[in-house]
């Protein structure tokens, strides 16, 4: 699997039959942990060598005590995960069930995968590991491999070696067209908490041809293919809400990503957010192709974050530019990998982008710091701007001077409008947008979705 597609992507394939022993607790004694006994995992085939695409199945039996409620997801050695799967099983006694995930590899590959149980018990399988050689036209290279079934059977119900159902909509049922040229999904937060969390996925579609459409999409690491309706009139993009999802703190998931139903298996940007389920370390966001510095006013890294922080909110807030402080941030990045821990010691704190409109004049009183350590107030690409002896002197928008009633929208983390960060607090602007990912998620997302990352030049501000 490609390295910008490695969150969220694994559909998992699950067969479910559980059971936890029930009995009566004496009162004020607590239950003892659920035992709970992984049997042994396989994939089939292990090998394969010949024609691609192909088909890999991979299982494993785990054997619990009933009545109880299981909680579990695939684990991949890409670093990618299935989405947490909740099943309820009635009953008494020990179950045995058998959980299984069926690859379509169409490419060389090799790989493992295995089951994560987050409760009764936290325990991992074994890794049932497979490889697959590719002959003759079929060899592919990059993304590779992937979950395309799922079957939940319990052992006592139906054979081992029983082929799972494919999923409505898959294989036969994939359109004969591309219809969408490119698919670009946006993220609204609609509560304020930051976990539990409200959100809304916008989806926008690029390139379909005239007259009206019906396109098929899934969230990666589901089964279910949705239908959207596109109306004649449908213009160069076609935008629509496409979920509404509920995050918590028992959420496994930290990012989305959508795919079209159609022979070129298009997928959109992927999005992330970090505050209700922080990423498993060791995991790659994306690749850096040299070093991006921090320096003492802030330099490419938080010209970087700033670029990021205004990708986030753009399409939905009409956001202009994005500023930031070299405040919450701790180090640069250097070139190579880049994994998760890497972005929380960029920027642990993981401040919401919300959006505020304020006029030019109000701007360049905001870009002057209060405090000799603040740095500058790093821009977003698109505005640059002059700071001499404590006076902002030129102040450029897309390179158009910003006149002093011009009113603009800027992305900005409420600890530095509010004055926290050696800036001055943002008296007299109306914030005009709170459905902002956090900032740590917002960087991971432009990473993910730009990879190889070049560092800026640090130019935007000019300090005479």
């Known amino acids: 699997m490609g390295l910008s597609t490695k969150i969220g992507r694994r559909i998992s394939v699950l067969v479910a039959a559980v059971a936890l022993a029930s009995g009566t607790l004496a009162s004020g004694a607590q239950a003892a942990p659920n035992p709970v006994a992984f049997g042994t995992v396989s994939a089939s085939p292990k090998a394969h060598s010949g024609d691609c695409p192909t088909a890999v199945t991979l299982s494993t039996t785990v054997k619990v005590k009933a009545p109880v409620t299981l909680k579990y997801a695939w684990t991949f050695s890409d670093g990618d ?8 099983v009635g009953g008494k006694g020990l179950k045995t069930v058998r959980l299984s995930t069926s690859l379509k590899v169409t490419g060389d590959a090799r790989g493992w995968g295995a089951i994560r149980l987050v409760s009764p018990v936290r325990k991992t399988s074994g890794k049932a590991s497979f490889s697959v050689t590719c002959t003759g036209d079929g060899t592919g290279t990059g993304d590779t491999w992937d979950s395309v079934t799922t079957s939940a059977v319990g052992v006592a119900d139906a054979p081992v070696g029983s082929p799972t159902p494919a999923p409505t909509g ?4 994939t359109p004969a067209q591309n219809l969408v040229g490119k698919a670009t999904i946006a993220f609204e937060r609609t509560t304020a908490s930051k976990c539990p969390v409200t959100f809304k996925i916008h989806g926008s579609f690029e390139g379909l041809p005239a007259g009206a459409q019906t396109v098929q999409y899934r969230v990666v690491g589901t089964q279910e293919w949705k239908t959207v309706n596109v109306p004649a009139d449908h213009g160069a993009v076609f935008t629509t809400v496409l979920e509404t999802f509920e995050w918590g ?7 989305i990503r959508i795919e079209v139903n159609q022979p070129d298996g298009l997928r959109s940007n992927v999005i992330h957010y970090f505050k209700c389920h922080p990423p498993i370390g060791g ?42 402080s070299k405040y919450g941030m701790r180090t640069g990045l250097q070139a190579g990998p880049i994994e998760y821990q890497d972005l929380y010691g960029i920027q642990p704190a993981g401040f919401a982008v ?15 710091p209060t405090s000799p350590n603040a740095g500058v107030a790093t821009p977003s690409a698109a505005l640059r701007y002059t700071l001499k002896d404590g006076v902002v002197t030129e102040l450029t928008l897309n390179g158009t001077l910003v006149s002093d009633t011009q009113v603009l929208k800027i992305a900005i983390n409420y600890q530095m409008s509010g004055g926290w960060q050696g800036f001055p607090q943002w008296q007299g602007t109306s914030g005009v947008y709170y459905g902002g990912p956090d900032d740590t998620g917002a960087l991971a997302s432009y990473i993910a979705n730009h990879s190889p990352i070049h560092a800026p030049a640090g130019d935007r501000v000019t300090v005479q």
């Open 81 to 88: 995960r299935s989405r947490a799967r909740t099943y309820k």
């Open 170 to 173: 898959q294989d036969g049922d």
């Open 249 to 255: 703190w028992e959420t496994e998931e930290s990012s």
């Open 283 to 324: 995991e790659q966001v994306g690749v850096a192709a040299e070093d991006v510095a921090l320096t003492g006013n802030g330099g490419p890294l938080a010209e970087l974050v700033a670029d990021a922080m205004l990708e986030a909110v753009q399409s939905l807030s009409g956001a202009q530019a994005a500023l930031v």
């Open 354 to 368: 919300d959006v505020r409109t304020v006029t030019g004049a109000q701007l360049k009183k905001f870009l002057v």
